[in-house]
């Protein structure tokens, strides 16, 4: 943001639209175009001059990426949020539909998950936290997560953890919350828990969610230089992005982009090395991800179902050594394209 601009907006509403880029670059779920535009379209009514404003959120949200970018570098290769979509990963697994920044908060969350799981078989449960928890995280504090069984509905008030109790009701820990938070322990993450159902499950983290690809680009990044080596990927994600042309991402954002992909049906990453080697994943049924690479010549694809660890290995392995490495899992599952 120029001189100008910053003496043209009231000192306030400059500083709180700063915190709010802030927290929007920090959550890591949008890119340059729509962080601007999100920032934009609060601050509208405020300030009459839509030019200046314009300007003025870019300049900021420019100063913001660029920050992001330069603290990620010094990041450890595994932070608190890497563990936390490991752990929503295993979870997803084992039949409880799992859900990182979904919808806007506890209320949303609720309907949207009665009506995503309506639809499923074999669900035993769900977990989720929402927007309003990744705004408390980025600030400093936990996310807290709801949970509870496959089936919403019945008698009673609904609980801070999802599921609905009677009056007076203090179901104790166990099932579906004692799994999660076993999960989440054994990912190395810290959590709080009474042990009632009804509470929500806070774990401690360090908010640390890397940008990568498109989601790091912006004005002030620049095209100078050779870009890192990598894969060439395309993917979808229902529930927040796609990229149908493919694009190249190194190694490590190649990873970040199969642990970010939800735990829902349909959503894929097709992973492609020079000499046409391909590594594809897909989510069936939110519950199982696949693996597979193609052989034109034998007119099928080869695979199996994988864990998200073994995904993450797998992307390694053909990144770094260009070579398909399903085969070092196991037996392959021939799946023929007639």
């Not at 870009?227 to 490590?252: C, H, I, K, N």
Request: glycine share 16%.
């Amino acid at each position: 943001m120029d001189l100008a601009s910053r003496q043209l907006i009231d000192e306030s509403v400059r500083d709180e639209i700063a915190e709010e880029v802030h927290t929007a670059v920090a959550a890591g779920r949008h890119d340059f175009e729509r962080v601007v535009r999100g920032v934009i379209e609060t601050w509208a009514d405020e300030v009459e001059d839509r030019e200046l404003l314009d300007e003025a959120v870019r300049g900021v949200v420019a100063e913001e990426f660029a920050g992001h970018l330069a603290a990620q570098a010094g990041w450890p290769a595994v932070t608190d949020n890497d563990r936390l979509s490991l752990a929503m990963g295993e979870l997803a697994m084992a039949g409880i539909v799992a859900r990182e920044h979904y919808t806007c908060c506890m209320s949303c969350g609720i309907a949207e998950m009665g009506r995503e799981i309506s639809g499923l078989s074999g669900v035993r449960g769900y977990v989720f936290y929402h927007g309003q928890d990744v705004e408390r995280a980025v600030a400093g504090g936990g996310v807290y997560l709801a949970f509870g069984p496959g089936e919403l509905g019945g008698e009673g008030e609904r609980g801070p953890g999802g599921g609905f109790r009677g009056e007076g009701e203090r179901r104790p820990g166990g099932g579906i919350g004692g799994e999660i938070v076993e999960v989440l322990r054994r990912r190395g993450l810290q959590v709080e828990w009474c042990g009632d159902d009804g509470q929500r499950i806070e774990v401690k983290v360090n908010w640390q969610r890397r940008r990568f690809g498109w989601l790091a680009e912006h004005p002030e990044l620049g095209g100078g230089g050779e870009r890192e080596p990598g894969l060439m990927v395309t993917f979808r994600d229902q529930a927040w992005a796609s990229g149908d042309e493919p694009v190249v991402m190194s190694a490590g954002e190649s990873r970040d982009l199969l642990l970010w992909l939800t735990p829902r049906d349909g959503n894929f990453a097709c992973f492609e090395r020079v000499a046409g080697r391909v590594l594809q994943f897909a989510w069936e049924g939110g519950t199982r991800l696949w693996a597979e690479t193609p052989d034109a010549a034998a007119g099928c694809s080869f695979g199996r179902y994988v864990t998200l660890d073994e995904g993450l290995a797998m992307i390694a392995v053909l990144a770094e050594e260009g070579r398909i490495g399903l085969g070092d899992l196991g037996e392959l599952e021939a799946v023929s394209w007639s």
